[in-house]
């Protein structure tokens, strides 16, 4: 198991950027295959990018070309990186992780949750 904390949330005009950052515990953070996660109000939560231990990355549609993941394993900390934001951004975003070796998981994988940083995009 690994313990995920998220900061970096907040609130930003239609355009700006934010960048979210996921804090990891434990020693083998590069065992770990990382990944957003936002719900928005009334919706289900949906997939929004991922990054492999050897920093493979793959996103959902709607972020792709404004949204970045990365991560630093010297920090244990993953990041998105949230350009050109919209309105329809809005939500709950959460970190989680699963123990994968592989370069993309599906995403009923993961199995370690942050409790989440609210981004709110005004138009």
């Known amino acids: 198991q690994v313990q995920l904390v998220e900061s970096g949330g907040g609130l930003v005009q239609a355009g700006g950027s934010l960048r979210l950052s996921c804090a990891a515990s434990?020693?083998?953070?590069?065992?770990?295959?990382m990944g957003w996660f936002r719900q928005a109000p009334g919706k289900e939560r949906e997939f929004v990018a991922g990054?492999?231990?050897?920093?493979?990355?793959y996103y959902e549609d709607s972020v792709k070309g404004r949204f970045t993941i990365s991560r630093d394993n010297a920090k244990n900390t993953v990041y998105l990186q949230m350009n050109s934001l919209k309105p329809e951004d809005t939500a709950i975003y959460f970190c989680?992780?699963?123990?994968?070796?592989?370069?993309?998981?599906?995403?009923?994988?993961?199995?370690?949750w942050g409790q989440g940083t609210q981004v709110t995009v005004s138009s």
């Open positions: 990054i492999s231990g050897r920093s493979d990355t």
């Open positions: 434990g020693r083998t953070f590069t065992n770990y295959h």
């Open positions: 989680a992780a699963v123990r994968s070796g592989l370069a993309r998981v599906t995403t009923t994988r993961y199995d370690n």
